[in-house]
C-alpha cells in the first residue's frame, strides 16, 4: 500500500484547506487512516484519525471543532477538511494507515505500517 499525501499551502489564518490522503495498491475499507504533522525540531504529534469504514474518528483537542474528516471509498482516499486555520497550524501534514490499529493506540505513531509523503501547510497571520 502506498500513501500520497497532498493539498497543503499557504493560506491566511482563518482559511481553509482540504488535504487528500489517497490509497493505492490493495484497496480495503477497513483501513484505518490517520493524520499526524510535525514541525521542524518538534516531535510528530497526532491530529486525527478515521477508524476503518470512516464511521468513528477522533481528532486532537488542539483541532476539535476546526477539523473534519470524510471518506471517499471510491477513489481510495481520506480528506482532511482544516477550517479555521491558526499560524500554529503550520506543518508538514502526513497521512497514515493500517489495517490493524486499535482504538486505544491510534494516537501512536508506531500504530501504523504506511505512511504518505507529508504536505507543508503554512498559515499566515
Known amino acids: 500500500v502506498q500513501l500520497q499525501a497532498s493539498g497543503g499551502g499557504l493560506v491566511q489564518a482563518g482559511g481553509s484547506l482540504r488535504l487528500s490522503c489517497a490509497a493505492s495498491g490493495r484497496s480495503s475499507r477497513t483501513r484505518t487512516t490517520a493524520w499526524f504533522r510535525q514541525v521542524p525540531g518538534k516531535e510528530r504529534e497526532f491530529v486525527a484519525v478515521a477508524f476503518r469504514g470512516g464511521s468513528t474518528t477522533y481528532f486532537a483537542n488542539s483541532v476539535k471543532g476546526r477539523f473534519a474528516l470524510s471518506r471517499d471509498n471510491a477513489k481510495n482516499t481520506v480528506y482532511l477538511q482544516m477550517n479555521s486555520l491558526k499560524p500554529e497550524d503550520t506543518a508538514v501534514y502526513y497521512c497514515?494507515?493500517?489495517?490493524?490499529?486499535?482504538?486505544?493506540?491510534?494516537?501512536?505513531?508506531?500504530?501504523?505500517?504506511?505512511w504518505g509523503q507529508g504536505t507543508l501547510v503554512t498559515v499566515s497571520s
Open positions: 497514515a494507515a493500517s489495517e490493524t490499529v486499535i482504538y486505544s493506540t491510534a494516537y501512536r505513531e508506531s500504530s501504523y505500517d504506511y
